[in-house]
């Protein structure tokens, strides 16, 4: 059975800075695409970052220069370094992995940054 755990999420002041970590057990085939997503209330889904298994990295432009995302291919573990957090970063952060065929989403985790 396919898990994708998230860790890391929670209460911050603007200025701060949280760890996201996301990692998934139960998939056979190799782990292409990692990204992170994030929605906040009454808005879509938005790819935050996403780094593919060549480690080319991609960043939506209002986190460019804060966020750092990384993987550990041997843990198949994806994470999100946020710093110089935001009151609009407040939102749930959702992992999603591309496999083979298949992608697989996170269950999410709340982070909310306040002013």
């Known amino acids: 059975q396919v898990q994708l755990v998230e860790s890391g999420g929670g209460l911050v002041q603007a200025g701060g800075s949280l760890r996201l970590s996301c990692a998934a057990s139960?998939?056979?085939?190799?782990?292409?695409?990692m990204r992170w997503y994030r929605q906040a209330p009454g808005k879509q889904r938005e790819l935050v970052a996403a780094?593919?298994?060549?480690?080319?990295?991609n960043y939506a432009d209002s986190v460019k220069g804060r966020f750092t995302i990384s993987r550990d291919n041997a843990k198949n573990t994806e994470y999100l370094q946020m710093n110089s957090l935001k009151p609009e970063d407040t939102a749930v952060y959702y992992c999603?992995?591309?496999?083979?065929?298949?992608?697989?989403w996170g269950q999410g985790t709340q982070v909310t940054v306040s002013s």
């Open positions: 999603y992995v591309v496999a083979g065929p298949y992608n697989y």
């Open positions: 139960g998939i056979i085939y190799r782990i292409n695409a």
């Open positions: 780094i593919t298994s060549g480690g080319v990295i």
